[in-house]
Structure formats: structure tokens, C-alpha cells
């Protein structure tokens, strides 16, 4: 089936430093990707909208500056958190269309903590 | 944007015993979708319903979607600690996925 990977799986980082997050599609490729962000006892909420070739779609409420998305090919999408925070301390996930018609494959997601 | 309602938020079973946990909306959907979560992982897809009064069977796992599309269920029957996890439902729209609150499932071996 498809597989979705993302890396790494978890990372600490200091307050005011950045840290990138992969996310790969390897057995197909994908033209969209899309990145949720989820805090603990909570459901995923959409990021944002990462589009190979072009500009990510951000949510309402989603700093386009400080979640910097990159899908500069059909198989890879980063998300970098800039100048973190421990209020970015969270679980990101991110997910692709891998056939289903309907559903979407999702990555094992990033624990990220900042200190 | 189109709320999904999931009850319970938190339910603890015993191993063996049957339970059904619910998603709800007033608005009317193409599909939904019910993924399990369990813990440090991302969702991963159980089934999507598509047509009003669709049953689906995954094992022990039954959905159903309701006959004006508007809620889903999903029961499971004989519950085995391998059934721990977050369970959510979701519907897609342009492409975009939104997520229930989810119900947490504890079976206690």
C-alpha cells in the first residue's frame, strides 16, 4: 500500500532556533500534500496545503512566515519551524492522496518539543 | 466550515464487551471517513462510507452512514486491547480533510 514517511520522528530544539520536517511519498507521487498540526487529548487541524511547484495554502490563523512549506518535487513536502517556541511544541503530521478516492495516507508524524 | 460532533469523547471498555461510538453533524456529506490513531503514530484510513445506509464490516468493526448521510457509527463487537487507540471521523472537501474531536478507546485486557 502507500507509505507516506516522515522525518524525524521526533526533535528538540532550543527556543529561537528552526527545525525542518520531511515528509515523503515513496511509492507514489504526490502533487499536493497537506500538513496538520495536533496537540495532546486533541484532534488534527489543518496547516496548511503544500503544492508541488507553487505557494503552500495556509489556514486562517496559520503564520505563513514562522511555518515556512517547501514541495519543490512530486515525492517531497517540507514544513520548517522558525524561530521556535515552546508553544510550538506539538505533533505535525503530514498526509498525501495516495488513490483512495476518498481518504488520505498519513505520515507516523514528528514530535516536535522546544526548551 | 462543517462541525463533526464524536461521542463519547472517552470510553473504557473490558476486553470482550461490545461498543458503538458516534459522529454526528447537521450538515449532509458526500463521504466520511473513519481513521484510528494510536499514540505517537498518524491516522490510518479504516473505511469511507459513501451512500445513505451503507454498511461496511472491517473484522469486528462495523460502520454504518446514516440514511441522510448526516452521521456515521462505527460498533465493535468482542473489543481486544489491539482496539486502543483515537478514533476519528472526518469528511474531504476540496481536497482538505476535517477531523472530529474523536473518541479515545481504552480496552482493558
Known amino acids: 500500500g502507500a507509505v507516506v514517511s516522515q522525518h524525524p520522528s521526533w526533535v528538540i530544539c532550543k527556543s529561537g532556533t528552526s527545525v525542518k520536517i520531511e515528509c515523503r511519498s515513496l511509492?507514489?507521487?504526490?502533487?499536493?500534500m497537506f500538513w496538520y498540526r495536533q496537540f495532546p487529548k486533541q484532534s488534527l487541524m489543518l496547516m496548511a496545503t503544500?503544492?508541488?511547484?507553487?505557494?503552500?495554502?495556509?489556514e486562517q490563523g496559520v503564520e505563513k512566515d514562522k511555518f515556512l512549506i517547501n514541495h519543490a518535487s512530486l515525492t517531497l513536502s517540507t514544513l520548517t519551524v522558525t524561530s521556535a517556541h515552546p508553544e510550538d511544541s506539538s505533533f505535525y503530521i503530514c498526509?498525501?492522496?495516495?488513490?483512495?478516492?476518498?481518504?488520505?495516507?498519513f505520515g507516523s508524524g514528528t514530535r516536535l518539543t522546544v526548551v | 466550515t462543517q462541525l463533526l460532533e464524536q461521542s463519547p469523547q472517552f470510553l473504557s471498555i473490558q476486553e470482550g464487551e461490545n461498543l458503538t461510538v458516534y459522529c454526528n453533524s447537521s450538515?449532509?456529506?458526500?463521504?466520511l471517513q473513519w481513521y484510528r490513531q494510536e499514540p505517537g503514530e498518524g491516522p490510518v484510513l479504516l473505511v469511507t462510507?459513501?451512500?445513505?445506509?451503507e454498511v461496511k464490516k472491517l473484522k469486528r468493526l462495523t460502520f454504518q452512514f446514516g440514511d441522510a448521510r448526516k452521521d456515521s457509527s462505527l460498533h465493535i463487537t468482542a473489543a481486544q486491547p489491539g482496539d486502543t487507540g483515537l478514533y476519528l471521523c472526518?469528511?474531504?472537501?476540496?481536497?482538505?480533510?476535517?477531523f472530529g474531536d474523536g473518541t479515545t478507546l481504552t480496552v482493558k485486557p
Open positions: 498526509s498525501a492522496r495516495s488513490g483512495d478516492l476518498y481518504g488520505y495516507t
Open positions: 511509492d507514489f507521487q504526490a502533487t499536493t
Open positions: 503544500s503544492n508541488e511547484g507553487s505557494k503552500a495554502t495556509y
Open positions: 450538515s449532509v456529506f458526500s463521504s
Open positions: 462510507v459513501v451512500t445513505g445506509g
Open positions: 472526518a469528511y474531504t472537501n476540496a481536497g482538505k480533510s476535517t
